[in-house]
Structure formats: structure tokens, C-alpha cells
């Protein structure tokens, strides 16, 4: 241990005996990130003074650290990639990038990162991006605090804010993204963190997991994006504590899960969504804890999901607490707090003496014929509901909440 | 005319009935806010009761009224009056004493729980707006029921079903053609549908509030447009004028026409 510690010791002093500082302004000898990267050695800092720099396609193929001193302008001026990282241990710090290329045939990037480990992407502002951080077959690094501001209108001429591709055990942590197509897009990313993020106004997905296993995203806010997370072909995900926001519109969700298998959704806040979670083809995820609130339907159940357990949430004053279309369930739901429970508690256990019906005749019925919504909370309506409940034909008999909370649930 | 709606509304203001009405508002609201806790919650609650009581209330008290006080309108019209302002006289006394008993009755108690500084006065306002074009309309259309009808016992009928048309069956009849037709683009039909019955047009105007993120799930431009904009809910409230003018106008043809 103790020669271990020494050795560590003589690797970082002798890093730092060798290491030198290489200075670029607009002034300077070196007038050009480029020129500077070029006559640079290994573990070399370079300071990018304040200024305007005009580059693209900056390859870093050593171990640098590169850092901006009050945020310098790359202006990459729309002809392509800014800078591609090829070598391992790179770190890029405080820099503004802008005016990447657009490209239908190449994803031009402000920062490529290709075939490298243990890289540090933090404190970038990137503006007039197409795809903003893109990571590919790269692993142990981590983006931490960059602000991401697209100006995205159109799905297929729009990049993503922050892109892995077969890259794992990525951080990324306090970031901020807004106006691009994804915020955050990983396609077959194994291990990854994903954590204090904030996805807004987005065109499609605020965060989507394509192929990526053993993900874990938490504390992250997703607000009025064209749907707040997809989690499509992926398993043993784990979503907590996340906020879902204000995602309207007719194909909007909170969450969209597609063929999601071992998932842990816990303690995510799912407020004002047209859908707060869209569950397709998924299997033993456990939700709990979590609170949906005033949703169009908070979770809506499209089939083929089987085993999942909902358990201890709080559904408060959606229109629609659960949609399913089928009649047949083979999901748990217990020990929840329904605002729309009207049964009693006499013995005063905190649960309710009488079982729960989350599914509502009025939902089927929404599913079969759309326009039907306009009736919602008629008194006819209600009716239907109440005969619905008390002997099910078209809804599935055994949904039920046998354990209905009588107070909301605080944990 | 004013002179009449000030008999007409002190003879009410005087009557138990109004007293009644008020006080069952008034519990209804201090009941409703100590249940819930929730201004938000307790506001929703409301709507449902609104739009199916104020209907109800408007309908019978009109044609209670106008049979109780036919004695008195027979007294007046031998007096040099013009008949649309003894007729419109009392429909206006009617309307308007019902109408304060309503936003006194729910006001006082949601005052008192702090509504100016929650965020549901917005939605407050808004219901107790449509509670107040719900008794218009609706004692228009039992004064229309009355006048056409000398038979006490029929015209109280006529009323009731009225009440239960609207407030029910319409919307039963209506669920059932949305669904035989689901094949054919229905969000036109539908919001036509629901313009025609003031009962579901003040039920929209109310799930616009809150509603909206359930009501965006509907693929449709002109759903969209509706319930997306403003657009909605001024079309509704025109919509709700329309509906307290018309049965109105029918009174004063009617009262001229009618042989006393």
C-alpha cells in the first residue's frame, strides 16, 4: 500500500515537474488553439485567454488539459465539428463554443470525444449548436456543469444536446440543456450516471435511453419538453427522484417506457403532464413513492406489461389515474394514496375498508372514441363510473388497491 | 321595470326561501373547505355541484315564483305598465337574488379561508361567473316553461325534465352518438354538441381550467385550437349570452301574446 502511495506520488510529481503551462490569446505567439495543441507534450496545460478564436476541427490527440480563462469565443463559423477529442485523460474546461456545422450526412459536434478514457468535459457554454458533447466508444469520463443552448425548430435537421454512443461509465452531472432535439441521448451506454440534470424545452425527448443497461438518472428536472424521458429497449434502469413537467400535447409523457425490463422508477414527481408515465411492453418495474400530480392520466397502460408493483404513491387530482386497455392485469397496485378515493376507514387504520378501482369505466371509454373527453366529469359520466364500480365489465376485475391510504403518503 | 325587479327583489330577499338557499351554500362551502383543506381540491368539488344543483334551484325557484306570484302580476298588468317590464322585472328579481345568495353563500367561507391569497380565486371566480349564467339561464327557461304552461302541476313537470334532460340525458344521448359515429372525425360534432347545452358548455369552461393537460391528449386542430387558446373560452362565454338571450327574448313575445 505504502509503495503504492509512492509510486503515485512520483507519477504526479513528476506529471507536474514536466507539465507546462502554454498561454493562447489573440496577442500571443500562439495565436490558435491549434498551433498551441501542435507544439504541446503530454499532461501540457494550455490557458485559452479571452479573445475570439476562429478554428474548427481541433483534433487534441495528447493527454491536455485545455482551460478557458473568462470563457474564450471558439467560433467554429458553421463549416463543421470544433473539437474532437482522440486521446485519453483530456479535460476541457471553461470555454464558449459556437456556430458548429450543420450536416445531413455527418453529426458535427462543439466536442467529439472518440475512443478515449478518463476525459473531463466541464463549464462549456455551447450556442448554435448541432449536436453539442457527443461521446462515442469512449469511457470513464465525466460532463459536468455545461450549459447547452440550442436553437433547434425541426426534428431532422437538429442535433442533441448531449449524445453517448457505446460508451460506458459516463457521469454526467449538473449540466443544463435546452432547445435541441434530445437534451440527452444514450445509445447502448452501459453504467452510466446521469444526475442534477436540467432538460427543458427540448424538441423531442428531454433524456432517451436507447440499448443502455444499468443507467441510473436521478435528481434530474425535465420541463416542457415534446416528451420528458423515453426509456426504450433497456434494462435494470433505475429513475429516482426525478421531476417531470408540464409535457402536454398528444403524443407527450412524462416517462415513455418501451420494452423496459427490471427498472426501479422511485421518489420522480410526475406534475401537469398529458401523460405522466406511458408504459408499453414492460416488465417487473417497481414504482414507488412517487407523486403524480394534477395529469391528464398519470399512468396510462398500453399492454403487454406484466408483474410491475406500484406501491405507496400519491395520485392526486389527475383526470385519469389509470388507463389500461385490455382487461386482462397481472400488475400489483397497493398501499396507495388515491385523491379520488370516496371509501371509508372505520377502524382506523389509515387504510381504506373498501378496495380501490384505479381504471374507470370513462377511461375505456376514452381510449375506444377520443372525442368522448369532452364529457369528462358529466354527471351522466359519473353515473356510468359508479355502476362500473360496482360490477366491472369492460374494465379489468381484479385491479384493484385493496390497501387504499387514507392520508397522503409522506416518506 | 326597476321599480318591479325591486319589489320583486326585496318581496324574495324577505322570503325563507332565499334564506334557505343561502344558508345550504354557505354550509356547503365552510363543510367542503373543512374536509378538504384543499382550496385547489375543494374548488372541484364545487363544480360538480354547481353544475348540477344552480340548474336544478334556478328552474324550480323560477316556476315556484311565477305560479305564487301570479296574483300579484295579474294585479300589476291591470295597472298602465308595459308588460315585457313586469315580466322582465321579476325574471331579473328571481335571477338576481338567487345569484347572490350562490357567491355570497360560497364567497363568505372561501374568503375567510384565505382565497385572495391562494391561486384558486382564478378558478373560484371563474366557477362562481358560470354558477351566475347558469341561474340566468335557467330561471329565463322556467319562466318560459311557466308562462306557457296555467297548469301548476304540469309546468312544475316541465321543469323538472327539463332540469333532467340537460343536466343528464343529453349527455347520455351524446356519449352514445360520439361512440356509433367514432369512425367519422367527430371534434367539430363534439364541441357543437356541447355548445348547445349550457350545462356542458359551463362544464367545459371549467375543465379548461382543469383539466387542460387531459384535454391536449386529443389528437384534433380544432380541439387544439379550442382548448389550446383563449379562443375557447371566449367562444363559450359568447356562447353562454347567447343562451341567456334567447329564452329571454321568448318572455317578452311570449308575456305580449299571452292572455291573461
Known amino acids: ?411 | 321595470m326597476l321599480k318591479i325587479l325591486k319589489y320583486s327583489f326585496y318581496d324574495l330577499m324577505r322570503s325563507r326561501w332565499s334564506y334557505v338557499y343561502f344558508a345550504f351554500y354557505l354550509l356547503l362551502g365552510i363543510v367542503l373547505l373543512f374536509l378538504n383543506n384543499d382550496l385547489s381540491k375543494a374548488v372541484i368539488t364545487l363544480m360538480n355541484v354547481i353544475i348540477v344543483l344552480v340548474p336544478l334551484i334556478g328552474t324550480i325557484f323560477g316556476v315556484m315564483y311565477y305560479y305564487s306570484s301570479k296574483e300579484f302580476t295579474e294585479l300589476l298588468l291591470a295597472q298602465p305598465l308595459k308588460r315585457s317590464s313586469i315580466f322582465l322585472g321579476q325574471y331579473l328579481g328571481v335571477a338576481l337574488s338567487l345569484t347572490m345568495s350562490l357567491i355570497l353563500g360560497l364567497g363568505i367561507p372561501f374568503v375567510f379561508y384565505g382565497l385572495f391569497e391562494s391561486s384558486a380565486i382564478w378558478d373560484f371566480s371563474l366557477l362562481l361567473i358560470t354558477g351566475a349564467f347558469l341561474t340566468f339561464i335557467f330561471t329565463a327557461l322556467a319562466f318560459n316553461i311557466a308562462l306557457s304552461n296555467e297548469n301548476k302541476i304540469k309546468g312544475f313537470g316541465y321543469a323538472i325534465l327539463l332540469w333532467l334532460c340537460l343536466a343528464i340525458i343529453y349527455d347520455g344521448l351524446f356519449l352514445m352518438t360520439l361512440i356509433m359515429f367514432e369512425d367519422y372525425p367527430l371534434d367539430k360534432v363534439s364541441l357543437i354538441g356541447t355548445m348547445l347545452n349550457p350545462i356542458d358548455l359551463s362544464r367545459t369552461l371549467i375543465l379548461l381550467k382543469l383539466d387542460i393537460s387531459a384535454l391536449l391528449g386529443y389528437t384534433g386542430a380544432v380541439f387544439k385550437q379550442f382548448f389550446g387558446t383563449n379562443f375557447g373560452l371566449m367562444v363559450s362565454f359568447v356562447m353562454l349570452t347567447v343562451w341567456v338571450l334567447l329564452p329571454v327574448v321568448r318572455i317578452v313575445y311570449k308575456s305580449k301574446k299571452k292572455d291573461f
Open chain 1, 1 to 411: 500500500m505504502k509503495f503504492k502511495l509512492a509510486l503515485y506520488a512520483t507519477l504526479i510529481w513528476g506529471g507536474a515537474i514536466y507539465a507546462q503551462t502554454i498561454e493562447v490569446c489573440n496577442s500571443c505567439e500562439l495565436s490558435s488553439l491549434k498551433s498551441a495543441i501542435a507544439i504541446a507534450k503530454d499532461f501540457d496545460t494550455i490557458r485559452v485567454q479571452k479573445g475570439t478564436y476562429k478554428e474548427h476541427n481541433i483534433v487534441v490527440d495528447k493527454p491536455l488539459t485545455i482551460v478557458g480563462v473568462s470563457y474564450p469565443v471558439i467560433d467554429g463559423e458553421l463549416k463543421g465539428g470544433i473539437i474532437t477529442i482522440t486521446s485519453d485523460n483530456v479535460t476541457v474546461d471553461g470555454l464558449f463554443i459556437i456556430n458548429v456545422g450543420t450536416s445531413y450526412t455527418e453529426d458535427y459536434a462543439a466536442i467529439r470525444v472518440k475512443r478515449s478514457k478518463n476525459f473531463v468535459i466541464k463549464n462549456l457554454v455551447l450556442e448554435k449548436l448541432f449536436f453539442g458533447i457527443y461521446i462515442e466508444k469512449s469511457s470513464y469520463g465525466r460532463v459536468f456543469h455545461n450549459k447547452i443552448i440550442g436553437d433547434a425548430v425541426a426534428e431532422y435537421n437538429s442535433g442533441n444536446g448531449i449524445q453517448l454512443w457505446h460508451s460506458n461509465h459516463i457521469e454526467i452531472e449538473y449540466n443544463y440543456v435546452e432547445h435541441v432535439r434530445d437534451g440527452i441521448y444514450l445509445e447502448f451506454s452501459d453504467d452510466c450516471l446521469i444526475k442534477n440534470n436540467v432538460s427543458a424545452e427540448n424538441l423531442r425527448y428531454g433524456l432517451h435511453f436507447m440499448f443502455s443497461n444499468n443507467d441510473v438518472y436521478q435528481d434530474n428536472t425535465f420541463e416542457n419538453n415534446g416528451a420528458g424521458v423515453a426509456v426504450m429497449f433497456s434494462k435494470h434502469i433505475k429513475m429516482l427522484n426525478n421531476t417531470f413537467k408540464e409535457n402536454w400535447g398528444t403524443a407527450s409523457y412524462g416517462l415513455l417506457l418501451k420494452e423496459i425490463n427490471d427498472a426501479e422508477i422511485i421518489g420522480n414527481t410526475f406534475e401537469e403532464n398529458t401523460i405522466g408515465i406511458n408504459i408499453e411492453g414492460s416488465n417487473r418495474i417497481k414504482y414507488k413513492n412517487n407523486n403524480f400530480i394534477n395529469n391528464g392520466w398519470a399512468i396510462k397502460v398500453r399492454g403487454a406489461c406484466y408483474t410491475n408493483s406500484i406501491t405507496e404513491n400519491n395520485f392526486l387530482y389527475n383526470s385519469f389515474d389509470i388507463a389500461y386497455n385490455s382487461k386482462v392485469n397481472d400488475n400489483i397496485f397497493d398501499k396507495n394514496y388515491w385523491s379520488n378515493y370516496t371509501g371509508y376507514d372505520l377502524d382506523k387504520d389509515g387504510i381504506g375498508d373498501v378496495p380501490y378501482r384505479p381504471v374507470k369505466l370513462f377511461s375505456y371509454i376514452v381510449n375506444r372514441t377520443p372525442e368522448t373527453i369532452i364529457l369528462l366529469r358529466s354527471m351522466f359520466i359519473d353515473l356510468i363510473n359508479f355502476s362500473e364500480k360496482v360490477s366491472p365489465v369492460f374494465t379489468p376485475d381484479n385491479l384493484l388497491d385493496h390497501n387504499p391510504q387514507i392520508k397522503k403518503i409522506t416518506w
